[in-house]
């Protein structure tokens, strides 16, 4: 039975991971390690803190020190890494984090792996990394979508950090043989999901009846995968992946940022009704710099190669996670404290009609 270390297991889809793992492999042991920066969230792992094959690390992935302790003391095989920073916006204002963590903490991580699982005993392990599709750079409206084989041209200080850690996890499989996989991801949606990105935060401002930003035309288009699908997927991986392979995870499912907002308003009026139209308070603002126009992800090969399916459509599991914030108003109220408030406003430039 694998004996797993997620990192950043507190975040949006390593706590949406941990779940999905210890639901399906309910004898497998399973230690999170994050360092509970302003998106990870020991709320989102409520629901597992009294399993007794869990357990939580508070610590920093560039610890190496800590990490190998782990890995020895847990006698763990097995590392799925999701902890990164990752939001393109706070890595245009502020992008020496995304390179301290994306890529000086992805190397010692791998560091860490080298000498325990290499250096010192020669066991059988895997090193997962979970990446992003953005690595690949901008679609035009017609171009075919990413496959693995697509030359990598990431476009913001985000893309090029994850890229960045993509390669030193390439060269540590070729360079030294640790059993690596990497998997590349479409965006993800679900519970959890810090609301800062575009579909929890327009979920939730519409439930305080504040504005919608929208950049630029709102015309960006963007594939959509449900984190659960995204989970099954790193799974399927883990599991028949062939090792110092990386694998597209994707939803086949494209839409442009307007019509998933307008989307969202229709159902947020079906479910949870306002004086006022919820498509009302759709503000369009200036674009950010470098926005890239289209992302898609080929999934083809891991569908063929590891029967991967995205399950549900896009509407099915969007009521799922607009339900879910329904239901779980305490949960992002929580987070909306008063950094997060001055980083929203100065982001988008709005001002909030609601504001006294």
């Not at 302790?69 to 706070?90: C, G, I, N, P, Y």
């Not at 800062?196 to 930003?213: A, F, H, R, S």
């Not at 950010?288 to 063929?304: L, Q, S, W």
Request: glycine share 8%.
């Amino acid at each position: 039975m694998p004996r797993l270390l997620v990192t950043g297991g507190a975040g949006f889809i390593g706590s949406n991971f941990v779940h999905y793992w210890l639901r399906r492999h309910p004898d497998d042991r399973l230690v999170v390690l994050d360092a509970l920066t302003y998106a990870g969230n020991l709320a989102n792992l409520e629901p597992v803190k009294h399993n007794p094959q869990y357990r939580f690390v508070h610590g920093n992935i560039c610890d190496q020190a800590l990490v190998e302790k782990l890995l020895v003391e847990e006698q763990l095989d097995t590392l799925v890494h999701f902890a990164a920073e990752s939001h393109v916006d706070r890595s245009i204002t502020g992008p020496d984090a995304f390179i301290e963590t994306n890529i000086v903490g992805t190397h010692s991580l791998l560091k860490a792996a080298k000498n325990i699982w290499l250096d010192t005993r020669r066991q059988e392990h895997r090193f997962h990394h979970v990446s992003t599709d953005e690595v690949y750079g901008s679609l035009g409206p017609h171009d075919p979508a990413f496959t693995e084989e697509t030359p990598y041209a990431p476009n913001s200080p985000y893309a090029a950090s994850k890229a960045a850690s993509d390669h030193l996890v390439r060269a540590y499989h070729h360079t030294y043989g640790l059993q690596v996989t990497t998997s590349n991801c479409s965006n993800n949606y679900g519970p959890y999901h810090f609301p800062e990105k575009l579909i929890p935060l327009v979920i939730t401002n519409i439930l305080q009846g504040k504005p919608i930003p929208i950049y630029g035309d709102g015309l960006n288009i963007r594939d959509w995968l449900y984190v659960e699908d995204h989970c099954r997927g790193i799974e399927l991986v883990l599991q028949q992946g062939r090792v110092g392979e990386t694998y597209n995870i994707g939803g086949n499912n494209e839409w442009t940022n307007i019509d998933i907002v307008k989307l969202i308003c229709d159902i947020m009026d079906e479910l949870r009704p306002r004086s006022t139209r919820s498509a009302e308070l759709i503000t369009f603002i200036k674009d950010r710099p470098g926005h890239d126009r289209r992302y898609a992800i080929d999934a083809e090969k891991t569908m063929t190669e590891l029967g991967y399916q995205p399950l549900g459509s896009f509407e099915t599991g969007i009521r799922k996670t607009i339900t879910w914030y329904l239901e779980n108003e305490a949960w992002w109220k929580s987070i909306m404290e008063g950094s997060y408030l001055e980083w929203i406003e100065k982001q988008y430039s709005i001002s909030d009609p609601t504001a006294k």
